[in-house]
């Protein structure tokens, strides 16, 4: 899980903050050498997630402090449950508090979201998936805390699923023109899948046999409708639903029948959680 892309990450965080001269709050009323105990507690009902990269930015601040994680990323933790205990040169936690809370944050924020979404369609054999909307940097971070609220994973990256959108369509000319040009390429080994927003599309769409098709930016009416065509057409092929999809609203797309829900919701619209860095000094 910590590879070296979360060192960066870390390290650039980390500089950040600190910039050339480090945390001069603590470097001048802290006294040297002082020793201390922290915990980070949850504020709220919320699902764990980002404890080993916050436990990677205490080693980066300070070797030697001794950062214990008390559940593991996925449990799930109600106000007042902790969730780590951190000993360790005072210094060296309060020059680490913010970018191990900003960390922890967010990442609990986007697996508590997923879990709200995973409940919202329980039941009516939908999946509700992530975007490559994230945030730079933290991606695979992101996409592992949607998997812990139990929802899926979509493509994670430009290169290893193809999804031919709008503008490829416009730049090809069509959705049989890109499709043949994407078979011409004879990638046997990832899926293909095509955006369409009309019936004509999705007809050509399942005549050229995408793996995956995107039913996209649809009303209701207009999804159930898509969804009915394709399925007399081809029954097992695999549908996905997105644009303008909500926690308000989800539960009512999933029941069109479709097999995927996307949405950006689970990360960029994910809020974070509440959580407590409390210091005891000594020991």
Sequence with gaps: MIDQASRELVLKALAEDLGSYGDITSQWTVPPGLRGRAVITAKEDLVVAGLPLAQLVMAAVDTEAVFTC????GAQAGPGTELARIEGLVRGILSAERTMLNFLMHLCGVATQSRRFAHAVEGTGATVVDTRKTIPGLRAWEKRAVAYGGCGNHRFGLFDMVLVKNNHLEAAGGV??????????KPHYVKVEVEVESEADLREALACKADVIMLDNQDLGSLRRLVQVARETQPEIMLEASGGVKLTNVRSVAETGVDLISTSALTLGAPPVDLDLTLTVGG
């Excluded at 049989?176 to 390429?185: N, P, Q, T």
């Design 70 to 73: 008390l559940l593991e990323d």
């Design 176 to 185: 049989r023109a890109a499709l043949d040009r994407v078979r011409a390429a």
